[in-house]
């Protein structure tokens, strides 16, 4: 991303997000409008790192340990929304979105699924819930650390058998991939389901990619977040340039994460298949 453009969305959210702030305070209202999320984002740190840089992604991972029941799917996504509405926040899809998500892979039944954005596990958590007994998850994930951190909380809801992380990116000149082919079997029309939880601004460049793989198949689900905040417009205009030719979206008005003053979009996009001439 141009780093002046990078820099005019920053201003853009501390705006935004400090005048939601002020007047969610003002007003006594009891919402989880944060200066953690302030904090979130705006850190630079994030952007190198895939991580805050507070250590809020490893004290979530010690709150899941102590006060999640192992073995307990529903506990542990129940004490990540606690951690991430009442104590600091996390960029996780939450608890109004990730019934989106939920109710999308139920409706497709997927048997392979693509997840671009692992962060710290939790959509993975409730992927997971919702998808075939006999399905497989595949998480891509810049940051190693937040990889690390996934499989510890998976572990932890006894489903880490079900998901794999894959450190990298789509973007990476075809090295990931060549690894998903290789070593995980991805080929022509196998993938049911893919979600993007990513940088926004590599959603569409990545759907590109994964279109031009081939793995898609007409009933591919595709569901994306946070496509009205921080927002992937390029992403919104080329589904909606594309509605009823190569796919057919639904878009579910919602709020980002853990609060209810910002407002939101989740897509839910189903692959109609390539055109013909």
Known sequence: MDPRRHFRRALAVVGVLAGAIAINELAGKPLPLRWSIFRSAVGANMAKTGQVGDGREKAAVAYVLANARHGDLDDVIRVLDDFARNRRFLMNIGDEKGPILERAITRSAPKVLLEVGTYCGYSALRTIRAMPADARLFSVEISPANAAIARQIWEHAGVARRVTAIVGMLGDSGKTIDTLRRDYG?????????????????????????????????????????????????????????????????????????????????????????LTS
Not at 230 to 248: H, K, V
């Open 186 to 274: 991805f080929a022509d029309g196998t993938v049911d389901f893919v979600f993007l939880d990513h940088t926004k601004s590599a959603y569409l460049p990545d759907l590109q990619r994964i279109i031009e793989t081939g793995w898609l198949h007409p009933g591919t689900v595709v569901v994306a977040d946070n496509v009205k905040w921080p927002g992937a417009p390029d992403y919104l205009a080329y589904m909606r340039a594309n509605e009823a030719s190569l796919w057919q979206t639904i878009e579910h008005e919602a709020h980002v994460e853990y609060q209810k003053l910002v407002k939101d979009l989740v897509l839910e996009s189903d692959y109609l298949g390539a």
